[in-house]
């Protein structure tokens, strides 16, 4: 299937490139920096659409798999020297490796196992950086240098915007070209269901590794693009919970859906944002910890909420509203 | 030697902890179905209303026990009421992502009413300081003992000689045939919440005075996995033992590798999740559990 059937979808997509890619005319540097993190978190739930949304190998643990390609990206740049092009594929690769290695019990278990075993590859994760204090500075963190390519330094917050965001759009890419492949209608037989898939001839084991390689490549991209954004590392950057808000990010925008992701990280980092304007009004108001927990709140209650009354996630609703105006004034398709 | 020892009995300790927090997941995953993860949260919520009932209130111990567990009864029933029960025959990713919301809204509500601050009642519960020799036994481990024994002890008189214990049983075993058989389904999730609940409230308020409460109590409830995994997802009985074997494990090698490792070790923090790697490669049905995992 095409990415659109007609000329007037890639139309719309262009017009949507242009205005994204003019934003840093228009908009305030903290605007651009919450849009550089959304960006981010796209390519990661990128990697988690396709490990969980197409392949129903829930993980989570993908934010330990940032952690991997962040601390990659950092120690072979900071330590070791290397431009920040070439770390970028390492940090990538180094998260795929480490995919696949917690990927393994995959082969074995499915539905909570893997989620104990991936809950486990998470801590592991962050207590091997936490130990290797001499190269990863342990609790205290490390210093980062800014993304850099060819002498031109990624200094300024439109700099960098663009810089995520051209990996973004290449992701996205990426990403909704993988599923319409051989590959891709695997992982969908897969979560579909897997002994079917296997009796058709699709080979579980191989494609679930590769599912997790892909899922963590995206993961470690997505971290190396944080920490050079923020030119330090430490392991508080990766908490267990964000893990749970980018499997809430892909359960709001849609679970199997390219769309969806974008959708889902897009809603959920900018209701973060709101909660960050909110808490402190409400902190001054209530009481000083009404801030902290307002944030747990609206995470835990978002989930619940799409959960229970639009499992399907937003990419559902922008169908519908789409239904709506191609078929009025008719109510639906005869 | 001495040493060895000491390592062994705090570890039983904490596995008396892992034991406690364990039961309750247990006899959900039996009814429902349903993985629990904020069962942990469910052991501070039960700290905090202990440290309310006893500290702010200054009501007696018994009246305070009562007052918790009609809180849990309570919790428990709209808990699932309004979050689990919309979700049955869903996906399991559903029904786990939304007992983790749970454990957020949990904590964003101990947050708000407790300030997440520690909260100690040291002395106002009865406790039972041992001593053999020179090592001492911490309270943790008899109180912890105890209670483990009694909640298992009437939870098997429960599942063996009421009528919604075997209707519970019945429902572990095949929902469908229960239903056709006349017993209502929702009230026994609604049950098996309410006593998880119940057994998570009363270990969080033995667990709080000993050693006070804070929110980061409730990671408790992620390490008590692996001693799920270990026992065996649907034994009680494998889960108390499993509690005490990975508590005692995980002690002794913090206490001899922990010097060993750079950065100050810290094994004991990551040692539960190395057990759950390991069990699931090898034996993904635990110790005790009925061999009937799904296999791929």
């Known amino acids: 299937m095409a990415i659109f059937r007609t000329w007037r979808g890639w139309g719309v997509l262009f017009a949507f490139l242009i205005l994204l890619f003019t934003c840093p005319l228009f908009f305030s540097d903290r605007v651009l920096t919450i849009m550089t993190m959304i960006g981010i978190a796209i390519i990661s739930v990128h990697g988690l659409s396709i490990l969980t949304g197409y392949c129903g190998q829930i993980s989570i643990g993908h934010v330990g798999f940032m952690g991997v390609g962040a601390y990659t990206s950092a120690i072979l740049c900071a330590k070791l020297g290397w431009p920040f092009w070439a770390a970028l594929p390492c940090a990538a690769l180094a998260a795929g490796i480490a995919g696949l290695i917690f990927g393994l019990p995959s082969l074995r278990i499915k539905g909570f196992y893997l989620i104990m075993a991936t809950i486990a590859a998470h801590f ?81 084991w191989a494609y679930k590794l590769v599912a997790f390689f892909i899922g963590c490549v995206y993961a470690g991209l997505a971290g190396s693009l944080l920490v050079h954004y923020f030119a330090f590392a430490s392991p508080t ?38 909660v960050t304007i909110v808490g402190p009004i409400l902190s001054t108001v209530v009481a000083a910890q009404a801030a902290a927990s307002l944030a747990l709140i609206t995470r835990g209650l978002v989930i619940i909420i799409f959960l229970i009354f639009e499992p399907r996630g937003l990419v559902h609703r922008w169908e519908m509203i789409r239904a709506y105006f191609r078929l009025w004034p008719f109510s639906h398709e005869e | 030697m001495t040493f060895f020892l000491q390592l062994v009995v705090t570890g039983f300790a904490l596995g008396m902890v892992y034991a406690l927090v364990s039961i309750g997941f247990v006899i959900i ?21 202990g440290y309310t009932f006893l500290v702010p209130f200054g009501l007696p111990v018994w009246a305070s026990l009562l007052l918790a567990i009609v809180a849990a009864i309570i919790m428990g029933l709209l808990i699932e009421r309004f979050t689990l029960r919309p979700l049955v025959g869903q996906p399991i990713l559903a029904v786990i992502m939304v007992t983790i919301a749970l454990a957020s809204i949990l904590e964003g509500l101990a947050t708000l009413f407790w300030g997440g601050e520690y909260k100690a009642y040291h002395g106002v519960l009865p406790t039972l300081p041992l001593k053999l020799g020179e090592i001492s036994i911490p309270s943790e481990t008899s109180i912890g003992l105890i209670v483990s024994i009694a909640t298992v002890a009437i939870l098997m008189l429960f599942f063996r000689y009421t009528k919604i214990g075997l209707a519970m049983r019945a429902t572990a075993e095949d929902e469908q045939v229960v239903q056709s058989a006349g017993i209502k389904v929702t009230t026994v999730y609604a049950l098996s919440w309410v006593i998880a609940c119940i057994v998570g409230v009363i270990s969080g308020i033995l667990l709080g005075g000993v050693s006070g409460v804070m929110t980061p109590m409730a990671e408790v409830g992620l390490k008590a996995f692996a001693v799920v995994l270990l026992g065996g997802v649907n034994s009680i009985g494998g889960a108390i033992f499993a509690g005490i074997i990975l508590g005692v494990l995980e002690n002794i090698a913090a206490g001899y590798l922990d010097p060993l490792l750079p950065a ?8 539960p999740f190395i057990i759950i ?20």
Request: hydrophobic share 55%; net charge positive.
């Open chain 1, 124 to 204: 592991i994760i962050i207590w091997v950086i936490l130990q290797l204090r001499n190269v990863t500075g342990g609790a205290d963190g490390m210093a980062v240098p800014r993304a850099e390519i060819a002498g031109f330094v990624f200094k300024s917050k439109a700099s960098y915007f663009y810089l995520v965001m051209i990996i973004a759009c290449l992701a996205t890419f990426l990403s909704k070209n993988i599923v319409r492949t051989r590959v891709g209608r695997a992982f969908i037989a897969i979560r579909d269901n897997d002994l079917a898939a296997e009796v058709m001839g699709v080979n579980l």
């Open chain 2, 277 to 296: 790697i390991i069990v699931l490669i090898f034996r993904p049905y635990g110790l005790f559990g009925l061999v009937r995992i799904e296999r791929i």
């Open chain 2, 264 to 271: 100050g070790g810290g094994l004991a923090n990551v040692f």
């Open chain 2, 29 to 49: 995953l039996k009814c429902s179905d349903a993985f629990n993860i904020a069962q942990g949260h469910f052991v501070m919520i039960g700290g905090y209303l």
């Open chain 1, 237 to 274: 950057q990766f908490p267990f919970m964000d893990s749970v808000w980018y499997l809430g990010m892909l359960i709001v925008g849609g679970m199997g859906s390219t769309a969806g992701a974008i959708f889902g990280a897009v809603a959920l980092k900018l209701l973060d944002e709101l």
